[in-house]
């Protein structure tokens, strides 16, 4: 058994690895296709934000060059500018444009000297930040737009690499794998405006003039043109600008005269302005001033609007990343101009993979300031996580249940084999006993030892009775084969179970009387039914013979046999004060060839097939059959045999 148990543990073991082993290959590629779920959606949500800050970029270019003053004129009338309305964005502080002498206007108000007291504070704001870009303009070179930081640029490099495999398989990701350098326009646009427009952004004009409009300007911010703009001469028209008539163009000084003494149906009223690329400019921690520059005659406008960094931070998270479900497995971060917002998920978790970074990006320009960058807090529950592993529950389960199946029905072999065997060795010793005995008694006739004939008499009854016990042996085997067969017949006839036990009695009690034992028969008023006599007769004889073999060597040798009606059937119970049976034993004492391992089974003979006939017996008339010890010495058998089911087979 020792060798069977361990060969049925190194067989579940190499079952259970490979089954181990699949299961934490599935489980990886199902975290891996989790987070690579993840970091692609986590990719999207930064493209929505970029999308909303080209969006705001778009609308900016889209804006008429005198838009930035408080009053415009439209088909000859004046109008109140667009933008003289405060910002309905709460992150936008408000427009101003910075004239070529460093002078300030803004569309809020018309006299920035007198703004009424709703706005007074707004427009001293942007008159403070107009005085520090002037100085910032001249003394501070704007770097040129990058597309991430060194430290950032290897991290979103892994990220779209990692989920390449989940993003390719459904999309054509290689045209949005090239990343963006600016959002909006990317070159300088020459745009057509009229006679008016002009007039609107050239009459605040009083001081000399600024240098021309080239790369090398001090402030720097002519960094977005390309090459071929940079290239040409400051002083000449760019891109085909058109003068004013044929050869004149507005210059400081005279653009007002040109301008009022032109007639009003001048066939050349229209101009041609150079309008840059929106750029960003640092004011100071939280405050970026996002502008174009509007070039005319030389002279160079800086056009834009004040972002209030956090309040603009708070908005994209707001709108794009807190309604998501995402984040409940991320963090994210936005960072600019020294400012920062961060989104965190409510509880408290320990991160995946160290807090895997998912996704980081340096937003295009103008936006060039600003970073985000998104790590992995937990991995989302896959609904073929749970059912992989209610599929491996079920197969562990069913494995489990097979292997210990396949044990136990081995080991029942084995164990009827080891049976069997000693079977064969105890009726073969049983057999040989009377064989030599009869063999010995007859040669003792023979040779005329027996010298009276009360010795011949003794002699034949030692015959007689080794004749028996070896016909008894016989007959055993034989009706245990016809019972596995099923050949065994029954004969049932009606009665109450004193013929039974008066056969019994006749028939035990010599060997009663030989070995000292009492037997006492208890019956109460018993209902007629069907049984058949011969087997129950056989039956309660191995019992007794049981009884009587176990318990010769005891000083107390009583049977007794009990007869009752309980519940619809007929109990007969077979109790002695022998030495009873072991409580592991009790529920194998019936089974085939079974005999219990002790030192009185050892020096006991036997065969082991007396309780298995009993059982089979009793099973075959439909009753059942129970051990158990009594409270004091010995132990009872108890048979049962239903009274309606055999009155309904008679």
Not at 303 to 326: E, S
Request: proline fraction near 6%.
């Amino acid at each position: 058994m020792k060798r069977l148990r361990g060969y049925m543990i190194l067989f579940g073991v190499l079952l259970t690895l490979p089954l181990a082993f699949v299961a934490w290959r599935t489980y990886g590629a199902l975290d891996r296709e989790a987070e690579a779920q993840v970091r692609f959606f986590a990719d999207r949500l930064l493209d929505d934000m970029e999308a909303e800050m080209a969006d705001l970029v778009q609308q900016e270019e889209r804006r008429a060059v005198d838009e930035y003053r408080h009053t415009m004129i439209q088909k000859g009338r004046p109008v109140i500018s667009p933008l003289a309305r405060q910002a309905q964005q709460p992150f936008i502080l408000g427009y101003f444009q910075n004239n070529p002498d460093g002078s300030f206007q803004t569309p809020l108000v018309a006299d920035a000297a007198h703004a009424p007291d709703g706005i007074a504070d707004r427009v001293r704001q942007l008159e403070a930040i107009n005085a520090i870009f002037n100085q910032r303009k001249w003394r501070v070179a704007s770097p040129p737009a990058k597309k991430a930081t060194k430290t950032g640029e290897k991290p979103v490099t892994v990220a779209k690499k990692e989920q390449a495999a989940f993003a390719d398989r459904y999309l054509n990701t290689s045209e949005r794998k090239k990343s963006k350098r600016v959002l909006g326009q990317t070159k300088t646009r020459v745009e057509e405006i009229t006679a008016g427009q002009a007039r609107q952004m050239v009459q605040s004009e009083a001081a000399p003039p600024a240098p021309a409009w080239t790369d090398g300007s001090p402030d720097g911010i002519g960094s977005n043109r390309t090459a071929s703009d940079a290239a040409a001469p400051p002083a000449q028209p760019i891109d085909g600008i058109a003068s004013f008539g044929a050869a004149q163009r507005i210059t400081p000084g005279l653009g007002q005269q040109a301008l009022s003494s032109m007639p009003p149906n001048h066939a050349t009223d229209r101009f041609q302005v150079e309008v840059a690329p929106l750029q960003a400019v640092t004011i100071n921690n939280g405050r970026v001033f996002v502008f174009r520059r509007v070039g005319i005659d030389g002279q160079i406008y800086r056009q834009g609007f004040v972002l209030d960094v956090q309040p603009f931070l708070d908005h994209l998270l707001a709108r794009h990343y807190d309604p998501q479900p995402i984040a409940r497995y991320t963090r994210i971060r936005l960072r600019a101009s020294g400012v920062s917002a961060v989104r965190l998920p409510d509880d408290n978790v320990q991160d995946f993979a160290g807090g895997a970074l998912l996704a980081a990006r340096a937003f295009p320009a103008p936006f060039g300031f600003m970073l985000a960058d998104m790590h992995g807090v937990r991995l989302p529950v896959s609904p073929a996580r749970q059912t992989l592993t209610l599929a491996l529950i079920i197969v562990g389960g069913v494995m489990i249940a097979g292997l210990v199946s396949i044990y136990y029905g081995t080991r029942s072999v084995l164990d009827l084999s080891e049976r069997r065997s000693r079977f064969v060795s105890a009726v073969t010793h049983e057999l040989k006993t009377p064989l030599t005995n009869i063999r010995m008694y007859v040669e003792m006739l023979e040779q005329g030892i027996a010298a009276t004939p009360e010795r011949e008499q003794a002699y034949l009854g030692v015959l007689s009775s080794e004749s028996a016990r070896l016909s008894g042996l016989i007959n055993n085997v034989l009706e245990l084969s016809r019972l596995e067969k099923k050949t065994r017949q029954f004969r049932l006839m009606e009665g109450d179970l004193s013929d039974v036990l008066t056969d019994v009695q006749a028939v035990m009690a010599e060997s009663l009387a030989r070995e000292g034992f009492d037997l006492t028969i208890h019956t109460e008023d018993l209902p007629r039914f069907a049984y058949d006599r011969e087997v129950l007769v056989q039956v309660l004889i191995n019992l007794m013979e049981n009884s009587i073999k176990f318990g010769r060597h005891l000083p107390e040798k009583r049977i007794a046999i009990m007869a009752r009606s309980v519940d619809g059937s007929v109990e007969l119970t077979v109790s002695d004060t022998g030495p009873g049976v072991p409580r592991r034993s009790l529920g194998r004492v019936f089974d085939d060839f079974y005999r219990v391992e002790n030192d009185l089974t050892r020096t006991t003979g036997g065969t082991g097939i007396g309780l298995a006939l009993v059982k089979k017996f009793v099973l075959a008339m439909g009753g059942r059959v129970r051990a158990a010890n009594n409270k004091g010495a010995g132990c009872s058998i108890t048979i049962s045999l239903p009274i309606e089911r055999q009155q309904r087979n008679t």
